[in-house]
């Protein structure tokens, strides 16, 4: 039995991941720290503590250090698996700091930009309009060279591109997930066709393991990583009492239901979706000019 299994590892994740075997996972899913400057004095900031490590960085340390877990994730990954890397867009000093600034310089094929409205916002200044979204990454590492892969089944196909959802508020860490979201990824991701294709999920920053937590509601194995042994603990104790959360997860697969497919939408002449031409289309409403 492989010892990484269904284990959570503590250290640092770079670290850890360079112990692990190639090509052994089939998705990730994680949040890093976000290098939130702890000298910069704001809500998230005094809110987000993590125990036993710092997140204060130069930023170019920070990208760098962020490249190399994501190529030593990527080796880790089997040929046609997938990360979801959750990060925001942040600024310093006014200057914008952009997730994709480093991860156009991973090994990744970038598949998706997903927006997590979060509906609430860390910094509520006037200096910009408020900020409630969060950004997940669909990285995808090509089976040789076809970069597209496989389609989803359409039933999670249905979900957009806009996932709204509020943060966790029912855990004592500091930045957990909520569980519906590592739900959404691992069940659009092997799919939920009877037999269970079981794989592997990984977090390298797996905090209070909810991504654990929901790759054993479904059915899958886990490796976690962190550098607490207080949030470990934590998730260990999620994890035997797994099923206490599995009403919630429940909640979120059930949102995975198309009535009708693609297929039977087109045997019954109903709307496939079908592009109108330009001319086709209603003229848009003229608005009247306000006069002086
Ligand atoms: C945003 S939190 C992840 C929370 C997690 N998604 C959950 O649902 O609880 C980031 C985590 O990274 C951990 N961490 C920070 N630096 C680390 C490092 N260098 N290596 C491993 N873990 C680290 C922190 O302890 C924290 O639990």
């Given at each position: ?155 999670h ?26 739900v959404r990824v691992i069940a659009s991701?092997f799919?939920m ?25 479904l ?33 979120e697969l059930?949102?995975h ?36």
């Amino acid at each position: 039995m492989d010892s990484y299994k269904n284990n959570i590892l503590l250290g640092d994740s770079l670290q850890v991941l360079k112990s692990l075997p190639s090509e052994i996972v089939d998705c990730s899913i994680t949040s890093p720290p976000y290098n939130k400057q702890e000298k910069q004095k704001g809500w998230l900031v005094k809110n987000v503590i993590y125990e036993n490590s710092v997140d204060s960085f130069p930023e170019d340390i920070y990208q760098e250090h962020q490249i190399a877990v994501l190529n030593e994730a990527y080796r880790v990954t089997k040929q046609g698996g997938s990360f979801f890397y959750n990060h925001k867009v942040r600024w310093d000093k006014g200057d914008l700091l952009h997730p994709m600034d480093w991860l156009r310089k991973t090994k990744w094929c970038i598949k998706q930009e997903i927006i997590w409205d979060r509906m609430i916002a860390a910094n509520i200044r006037g200096w910009r309009y408020w900020q409630v979204e969060e950004r997940i990454y669909w990285l995808y590492k090509p089976m040789g060279t076809h970069k597209i892969g496989n389609e989803l089944e359409s039933r999670h196909a249905k979900l957009t591109s806009i996932w709204r959802g509020s943060p966790e508020r029912n855990n004592p860490h500091p930045a957990p997930f909520p569980l519906w979201f590592p739900v959404r990824v691992i069940a659009s991701m092997f799919g939920m066709k009877e037999p269970l294709n079981r794989g592997l999920v990984l977090d390298p920053y797996s905090g209070s393991g909810t991504s654990l937590v929901a790759a054993k509601l479904l059915g899958h194995d886990f490796i976690g990583i962190d550098a607490s042994q207080e949030y470990i603990e934590h998730a260990k104790s999620r994890l035997e009492n797994y099923k206490a959360e599995n009403e919630r997860c429940q909640k979120e697969l059930a949102l995975h239901v198309v009535n009708k497919t693609f297929s039977n939408r087109k045997d019954n002449g109903e709307n496939t979706g079908k592009h109108r031409g330009f001319f086709e289309q209603k003229p848009a409403k003229q608005y009247q000019l306000l006069e002086n």
